[in-house]
């Protein structure tokens, strides 16, 4: 298996990038091609005591960066020859089974759905990150599309099963669709239809759809998958995200008041430790773009060493999962008619 990763991607490329990517090498034994400035990449080796490169680690020169501000439409006009750009285009040759980056996310879309491609039928790509909520929820999207028809949420809601089936393991993942109410009925015009759709996949045992959900109720792990819009998907997950790191600042500020404290955290640091590890998004690593034929996975943009590291893990376990092909072969079961599909 072979990880391409792109290097200077992100707020913390190249150094974290390749730090994270030689210790997964070496961890997972897959083999890893870091593309980027060559020069740059082999003095972030040569500082962290890589003299040579590691066997299994290979380099491929990119001249060319996108940064977080490049115009996602332009990507492909403007930056052939940027690592993103170069790095998707060896995946789509086959030079690779999975892309890794923390760079822009709309170039990463754009540019991953025009050379990569999106599997046939498949109407939009969407981002599925692992929530680090209720034993691992998939949230889908998470942001790839703010506009959205009711066929799009039927096919994140298929897609997203299979991938929690295939690649994490869930036999029957329960399916619900992110809501401003649990009832039926509830929502506007978009959610009341693609409810209807999710309910007629459900019945017809296409996914085992459990109705409407809350977001209080997403990290109490109420659904294995949470179907939702781009827009509001993304800001459950940023507002996951930002609880995350509320609540151990206040359990820092708690356990840093007194000695008494101090002593009670030491008795219970254990626990803690675990409590902060599952909370934590640097060991999911990113989040997969569901719907392109081969696995694209977009890493948090201040991704250090151990979210790369993260990544790397979540690549390989789609890779070895081959849920794309699942995709593919189900794409029948998750498509209306053109007639009423809403397709814009």
């Known amino acids: 298996m072979k990880i391409i990763i792109d290097a200077m991607g992100g707020d913390r490329a190249p150094e974290q990038i390749v730090l994270g990517a030689l210790q997964a090498a ?18 972030c080796m040569k500082s962290q005591g890589w003299d040579t490169l590691p066997a299994g ?4 020169n990119a001249e060319d960066v996108v940064d977080m501000h490049a115009d996602p439409v332009e990507v492909l006009r403007q930056h052939r020859g940027s690592s993103m750009v170069l790095g998707l285009k060896m995946l789509a040759d086959g030079g690779g089974d999975a892309f890794i980056s923390a760079g822009n996310s709309g170039a990463l879309l754009t540019a991953a759905t025009l050379v990569v491609k999106r599997i046939r039928g498949i109407r939009r790509a969407a981002f599925a990150p692992l929530l680090p909520v209720g034993g691992g929820t998939i949230l889908i999207d998470a942001g790839a599309n703010n506009e959205c028809t009711p066929e799009y949420l039927l096919q994140f809601g298929c897609m997203g099963s299979l991938y929690a089936k295939k690649a994490h393991h869930k036999p029957e993942p329960r399916v619900a669709l992110l809501n401003n109410g649990a009832e039926e009925g509830k929502g506007d015009e978009l959610h009341r239809a693609a409810y209807e759709l999710l309910k007629q996949a459900g019945e017809n045992g296409t996914i085992n759809f459990i109705g409407n959900i809350e977001a209080r109720d997403v990290p109490d792990g109420g659904a294995d998958v949470v179907v939702a819009d781009g827009f509001s998907g993304n800001v459950l997950l940023k507002s996951i995200e930002g609880t995350a790191i509320y609540m151990s600042k206040l359990m820092k500020e708690m356990f840093t ?18 409590i902060k590890q599952q909370m934590d998004y640097r060991e999911v690593g990113g989040s997969i773009l569901v719907g392109i034929t081969k696995p694209v996975i977009k890493a948090h943009g201040s991704s250090d060493a151990r979210a790369i590291r ?9 890779v070895e999962s081959d849920f794309c092909e699942d995709i593919r072969a189900n794409v029948a079961a998750m498509s209306l008619p053109r007639e009423v599909s809403h397709e814009a």
């Open 26 to 43: 070496k961890e997972f034994g897959v083999k890893i091609v870091l593309i980027g400035r060559g020069e740059e990449l082999l003095a």
């Open 57 to 60: 680690v290979e380099v491929a």
């Open 257 to 274: 008041r007194s000695a008494v404290s101090k002593l009670g955290y030491l008795c219970c640091k254990k626990g803690v430790n675990h």
């Open 310 to 318: 993260g990544a790397i893990k979540q690549a390989i376990a789609a």
